[in-house]
């Protein structure tokens, strides 16, 4: 609702009024379909509410994803034994994290999200990251390729999006749900989302990427950012 005040305000406060001028009719075109600037204010305000409640209100999945202030956000998380992987009670757990991935709208969800403090978190966002499930991860930060700025939100923070400095590029590795054990490389989004998720595994998470003075700020605006 922050957002959504500001805009109003600054709205009003300026004293804006539309004003049109006048003009003949013209054959061959419809003045009812001439897009009005107040409309787009409108639009604009409308949208930009739904995407702040739908952040907060979404739905979770078969599991319940914390929130801040969970001890389990801040303990480094336990691997998985091997021979535990391809267990059926192991194998619907992977299930359920990714139906509640799936429902929660967000681009990554790691297992201490969801109150079970073990080394696992998955991620998927439509044809740029294809459904991931990664065990056991280690990543290994290419440093020689730079860092950049990125806009996260947190489905554990609702509410939330912050600006962390990633690598642009990164190297993982990984079991998969089979007990293959896989590397790959990352950049773009796959990259922010892999050390988003990787962080939770380590009990990190995006606040603490900042400085005292972006702390006291509300992240609210940035409302394009996704949330993992």
């Known amino acids: 609702?922050?957002?959504?005040?500001?805009?109003?305000?600054?709205?009003?406060?300026?004293?804006?009024?539309?004003?049109?001028?006048?003009?003949?009719?013209?054959?061959?075109?419809?003045?009812?379909?001439?897009?009005?600037?107040?409309?787009?204010?409108?639009?604009?305000?409308?949208?930009?509410?739904?995407?702040?409640?739908?952040?907060?209100?979404?739905?979770?999945?078969?599991?319940?994803?914390?929130?801040?202030?969970?001890?389990?956000?801040?303990?480094?998380?336990?691997?998985?034994?091997?021979?535990?992987?391809?267990?059926?009670?192991?194998?619907?757990?992977?299930?359920?994290?990714?139906?509640?991935?799936?429902?929660?709208?967000?681009?990554?969800?790691?297992?201490?999200?969801?109150?079970?403090?073990?080394?696992?978190?998955?991620?998927?966002?439509g044809y740029s990251i294809p459904l991931t499930i990664l065990i056991n991860p280690t990543v290994e930060y290419l440093e020689s390729f730079g860092k950049k700025l990125s806009t996260e939100g947190c489905l554990s923070i609702p509410r939330k999006r912050v600006r962390v400095k990633r690598y642009k590029k990164v190297k993982f590795s990984y079991y998969n749900r089979t007990g293959k054990f896989v590397t790959q490389q990352a950049r773009g989004l796959m990259a922010t989302v892999v050390q988003h998720e990787y962080d939770h595994l380590n009990g990190v998470l995006i606040i603490d990427h900042l400085n005292l003075m972006e702390k006291l700020l509300d992240y609210i605006d940035y409302i394009a950012a996704p949330i993992m």
């Open 1 to 125: 609702m922050t957002a959504f005040y500001t805009c109003v305000n600054v709205y009003f406060e300026l004293g804006y009024k539309p004003k049109f001028k006048k003009q003949q009719p013209k054959r061959q075109k419809n003045l009812s379909t001439t897009i009005k600037p107040h409309l787009i204010i409108a639009l604009l305000l409308t949208s930009q509410l739904c995407f702040s409640q739908r952040l907060a209100n979404y739905q979770d999945g078969p599991l319940d994803i914390i929130k801040l202030g969970d001890p389990t956000l801040r303990q480094v998380a336990q691997e998985v034994p091997l021979d535990e992987i391809k267990t059926e009670e192991f194998q619907s757990f992977l299930d359920d994290m990714v139906a509640t991935l799936k429902n929660s709208k967000g681009v990554g969800l790691a297992a201490p999200q969801v109150g079970i403090s073990k080394r696992v978190f998955v991620m998927k966002s």
